[in-house]
């Protein structure tokens, strides 16, 4: 086994808060263990174009607490090919670059694992998504800022709801996966919570919403961007079938990839970042760090990807009891 001297690090595929404990955590483990320790910028397409740069410890100093990432993150369609990987790891052999930490979603293990196998370039990978899809970790980075900026978004828009007696369709990210949208409904006192790994049970949710008008003068949908129908159908059929009902619809956006990350992300970050550097020192290649009930575990990238079902029918069910 070669002996690992200088090491980069790079963020990919969508932002999320606290990839940047995450890039401090890499840097500052490198450090420790005597390693050189280089920056990537702009994800693959920073690796396929050469833009490499030394990082101190001064270099990330006083980012634990912002969100995106210093290094920017990009999509890039050149390394999806085989003369671009090519390209990136000529690069990286330029600078005696021995191995790779990648922050990113399956995307990016999808990436790294063909970088491995076509130039044997030692490589782990930490979760760093807002959607908490990936197998092998409990939660990624970024999931629990993200859950948190929504349940403060929704307690605001409930503020207005109740004031004027609205139903309020709220669209939340989440193309593949309804986690953010389950867990923040059930933190909000949702009424509903739409997603797409489950089908849609209209006539309950109807039968719910006219059922709670005794009880209630606002309520919330929480439906998932990924959801078969997506939020402005879901707000056309509540305006058809209560014509009576002021029913309104707000998309979230891109606020939920942004803002300071949570106490528990960074913590989440700095410790797979050690891990990730440490295990790279211990001989570890094609794998993802994660916490597994509070351990760290390490799984191979080709597991990590697979889009488990993390939906747990107990808290669909919790939001049914729950909104009477
Ligand atoms: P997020 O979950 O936030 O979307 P991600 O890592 O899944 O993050 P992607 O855009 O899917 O984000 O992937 C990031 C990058 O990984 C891509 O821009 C591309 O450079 C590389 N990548 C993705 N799929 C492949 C592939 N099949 N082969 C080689 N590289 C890939």
Redesign the pocket.
């Known amino acids: 086994m070669k002996t690992i001297k200088n090491i980069a690090v790079l963020t ?3 932002d ?1 808060p606290g990839m940047n404990a995450g890039i401090r955590a890499v840097v500052r483990t490198g450090i420790y263990n005597n390693l050189n320790v280089f920056g990537v910028r702009r ?3 920073g690796l396929v174009k050469g833009e490499i740069v030394p990082m101190d410890a001064k270099s990330v100093a006083n980012i634990i607490q912002r969100g995106g990432t210093i290094l920017k993150t ?4 050149e ?2 090919s085989y003369e671009g ?1 090519k390209q990136a790891y000529e690069n990286i052999k330029k600078l005696g670059i021995d191995a790779l930490i990648v922050i ?8 790294a694992s ?1 970088f491995i196998e076509e130039f044997d370039v030692p490589i782990l990978g930490m979760p ?4 908490n ?1 990936l197998a092998g970790t409990d939660f990624t980075i970024g999931y629990d800022t993200a859950i948190n900026t929504v349940v403060d978004a929704v307690d605001k828009i409930r503020d207005t709801a109740e004031s004027h007696d609205r139903v309020f369709v709220i669209e939340v990210m989440g193309r593949d996966s309804g986690l953010i949208a389950l867990r923040s409904g059930i933190s909000t006192g949702a009424e509903a919570v739409l997603i797409p790994e489950l089908n849609v049970d209209y006539d309950a949710i109807m039968k719910r919403l006219d059922k709670s008008r005794k009880n209630k003068s606002s309520r919330i949908i929480i439906v998932a961007e990924g959801d078969k129908e997506g939020g402005e159908v879901v707000a056309d059929k509540i305006k058809e079938n209560f014509p009576h009902y002021d029913v309104r619809l707000s998309i979230l956006g891109h606020i939920q990839r942004g803002g300071r990350p949570s106490c528990m992300d960074r913590v989440l970050a700095s410790r797979l970042g050690v891990a990730s550097v440490e295990g790279l020192l211990e001989g570890r290649r094609g794998e993802m760090a994660g916490l597994i009930c509070g351990q760290v575990q390490f799984t191979p990238f080709n597991k990590a990807i697979k889009h488990i079902d993390k939906i747990n029918e107990n808290l669909t069910r919790i939001v049914e009891i729950l909104s009477l």
């Open positions: 990919s595929g969508g999320a994800g693959y397409d990009a999509r890039s369609e390394f999806k990987r990113g979603g399956d995307g990016t293990f999808t990436g063909k760093g998504t807002i959607d899809d």
